[in-house]
T-cell receptor, first 112, second 114 residues
């Protein structure tokens, strides 16, 4: 599975949009981009995933560049409860299950 | 939908002792995973089950770690004997086997080896 590069940490003001970048320059055509987050003392939580097109759900939006070498997770109106470590993962869907390889992620701090 | 249940929530043991963790996945999820998360790092896969069979245990330290998933539902992860470097959070996750479906993680068991 392709490796990803994320900033170690980011700050965001409460109520503002949080834009978390992820570089995956070696992504292959059949690999999806997934985002998870981990709030303190909890297990990781699935947020969103996509292949080529931009995606939006109730939690966030995922913007994937046309060449697919990078993506951005957008939390439109960050709250204090969005403070967490955010993981960007690229992986190919295997037909016997899904093995995600987690890197160190980005620690997002939402400030009041 | 009930989440992934794990117990105990916390465990403190002395080195060379043994310990076991339990996981109950979401009903109907055929795939179950155990991850180890050392402080400050992302989770690392230890073992993956498909029903009651092992799919991937390449990163499981088999000299001291063992896991089973009898009847394809609940799972236990055991460490015997424990070392100081085993101090970590042990996370269980489950998923449907359909493509592109995300995992659901439990809250984990925090193990401290002293």
């Amino acid at each position: 599975d392709a490796k990803t590069t994320q900033p170690t940490s980011m700050d965001c003001a409460e109520g503002r949009a949080a834009n978390l970048p992820c570089n995956h320059s070696t992504i292959s055509g059949n690999e999806y981009v997934y985002w998870y987050r981990q709030i303190h003392s909890q297990g990781p939580q699935y947020i969103i995933h996509g292949l080529k097109n931009n995606e939006t759900n109730e939690m966030a939006s995922l913007i994937i560049t046309e060449d697919r070498k990078s993506s951005t997770l957008i939390l439109p109106h960050a709250t204090l409860r969005d403070t967490a470590v955010y993981y960007c993962i690229v992986r190919v869907a295997r037909n016997y299950g899904q093995n995600f390889v987690f890197g160190p992620g980005t620690r997002l701090s939402v400030l009041p | 939908e009930a989440g992934v249940a794990q117990s105990p929530r916390y465990k403190i043991i002395e080195k060379r002792q043994s310990v076991a963790f339990w996981c109950n996945p979401i009903s109907g999820h055929a795939t179950l995973y155990w991850y180890q998360q050392i402080l400050g790092q992302g989770p690392k896969l230890l073992i993956q089950f498909q029903n009651n069979g092992v799919v991937d245990d390449s990163q499981l330290p088999k000299d001291r770690f063992s896991a089973e998933r009898l009847k394809g539902v609940d799972s236990t992860l055991k460490i015997q004997p424990a070392k100081l470097e085993d101090s970590a959070v042990y996370l269980c996750a489950s998923s449907l086997t359909e493509l592109n479906y995300g995992y659901t993680f439990g809250s984990g068991t925090r193990l401290t080896v002293v």
